[in-house]
């Protein structure tokens, strides 16, 4: 019998109102059932945000360092936890144990960064324009927010809105991705156990609609997203409707340039890792490679022979380089891209089906593909696959490498593999996107750094670094006279 796993509200699991569960499985293995899950609706979702709504004064009034106390708990507990948690998110979401170890580390280093800054929630005192008057600027905490998040980094993504959003003194409800429930789940018993307050941080499972009905929940003040832009447009109009505070991270088209210049072997690895990690399955994912032509035939043949020998299977095992697709919508979404890349006229030049053979069972694995001859303009080239997908683009000069690079809605990550220092610079300078790698593919981040995009990849907010405070926090301006009678600044002075 599977293991049955409930909502987190106000310091106690309980079922959905409704008592209904859904289902999760492992893509490696779709006959393993991780657990059943509350198939949460709206009663459930306005209990949370009830009891976080409750909780806010106490926890706004905590001392922030107090709060960094139980922060650096939560970066202990996953400490000690690590590989058990990892490999419970490799059989849930698929990703080999040596990623899903890595992305609980971003949720330890993400605890340990936030902790500290609960010591630097640094306002400024300023000079007023007036005698014995004080001027200041203070950060206080937004209220009451809703997180969800998706799949892929199921423990890493969370963090590194709810760790931030706890060290200022916001209290959560807190929607994994339904792919991903038992990594939520795990991820709140850390919290439960470091001791967060009752009513500060809750969990609520399930589908669409308990995201859409916490969006919209009045009492709600922020939401935070990652996911599709699609959602994301959606999550952000509501909360425009409603002036909510949202920051949202969306999807990506993340291109890796290599120029005539570049060191072929490191580039090599760098697209691999870039292109195939994950199984491709990222935001940040290196979908698009536009390489010189004096180098483009060379380079392409060494991905095809490295990327031929990587290997397949479920994550779990030893060995293995790339593990399933998430589910079979996945696999049927990719197997459409790959069928619309042909009939646009690019050439498939490696893998394109789904895999099978000795230990894939029926899994949802896929073989790692690449198309050359893609042009800008093809669906392949604007469109996220989200799936183990290279297209690969010649150009005849750096100046034509970033107009491409540049054409797409997208603008999250970018790469270039380059000895120029020069070329380095303007790249930096002229890449559309959140974030430019130099001799580095498109993905990884360090949780003390900003992460995010631009155009359709985000709305101008960041997670990571400095930047999620931001989000995280208000402005309050405080003004102080004491000189006993009345001053009236030079906007309210009608004297010349």
């Not at 950060?139 to 809703?146: F, T």
């Given at each position: 019998m599977a293991d049955l796993f409930t909502n987190y509200i106000d310091g106690t699991w309980q079922p959905a109102a409704s008592e209904q569960t859904f289902t999760s499985t492992s893509p490696a293995d779709p006959s393993d059932v991780v657990g059943e899950f509350p198939a949460s609706g709206p009663a459930d979702v306005d209990r949370a945000v009830e009891a976080a709504r409750a909780a806010f004064p106490g926890w706004k009034k905590t001392p922030a360092p107090e709060r960094g106390k139980i922060l650096r708990r939560i970066g202990d507990l996953l400490t000690e936890r690590k590989s058990d948690m990892a490999r419970a998110m490799t059989r849930e979401m698929g990703k080999t144990v040596e990623e899903t170890k890595g992305d609980v580390q971003e949720a330890i280093d993400t605890a340990y960064y936030a902790a500290s800054e609960t010591r630097r929630l640094f306002g400024t005192t300023v000079p007023s324009?007036?005698?014995?008057?004080?001027?200041?600027?203070?950060?206080?905490?937004?209220?009451?927010?809703?997180?969800?998040?998706?799949w892929n980094f199921p423990v890493a993504v969370p963090t590194w809105k709810i760790f931030p959003a706890l060290a200022a003194g916001n209290t959560l409800v807190f929607k994994p991705s339904e792919e991903a429930p038992h990594c939520g789940a795990l991820l709140t018993e850390v919290l439960e156990d470091a001791g967060v307050p009752d009513g500060v941080f809750n969990l609520v499972q399930g589908a669409g609609k308990v995201g859409a009905h916490l969006t919209e929940h009045p009492e709600i003040d922020a939401m935070a997203f990652t996911g599709s832009s699609e959602v994301g447009a959606k999550i952000g109009a509501a909360c425009g409707r409603d002036n909510k505070k949202c920051s949202l991270e969306m999807g990506g088209k993340n291109p890796m340039i290599v120029m005539e210049d570049a060191d072929l072997d490191l580039a090599l690895e760098g697209v691999l890792w870039g292109a195939f990690g994950t199984t491709g399955q990222r935001c940040t994912a290196t979908s698009r490679l536009i390489c010189h032509e004096d180098v483009h035939d060379a380079f392409v043949e060494q991905i095809k022979?490295?990327?031929?020998?990587?290997?397949?299977?479920?994550?779990l095992e030893e060995g293995v380089d790339v593990g399933p697709l998430i589910k079979q919508a996945a696999v049927d979404k990719v197997e459409h891209y790959v069928g619309v890349g042909q009939e646009e006229g690019a050439d498939l030049v490696l893998g394109g089906s789904r895999a099978s053979g000795d230990g894939l069972g029926d899994g949802f694995f896929f073989e790692p593909t690449i198309f050359t001859g893609v042009e800008p303009d093809m669906t392949i080239a604007q469109e996220e696959i989200f799936g183990p997908v290279l297209s690969v683009f010649s150009v005849s000069s750096y100046e034509e490498a970033v107009e491409i690079a540049n054409d797409t809605r997208y603008g999250l990550s970018s790469s270039i593999y380059t000895q120029d220092v020069s070329r380095s610079f303007r790249a930096m300078q002229d890449l559309e996107a959140g974030i430019t790698y130099v001799n580095g593919p498109t993905i990884g981040a360090e949780a003390h750094m900003p992460f995010g995009g631009v155009k359709d990849t985000g709305n101008g907010h960041r997670d990571g670094g400095y930047g999620a405070f931001e989000f995280w926090t208000e402005h309050k301006t405080v003004y102080v006279d004491f000189s006993g009678r009345l001053q009236k600044a030079q906007m309210d002075n009608v004297d010349d």
């Open positions: 324009e007036l005698p014995d008057k004080m001027n200041m600027d203070i950060l206080q905490p937004v209220g009451v927010a809703g997180v969800i998040t998706a022979d490295a990327a031929t020998d990587l290997v397949l299977g479920d994550g």
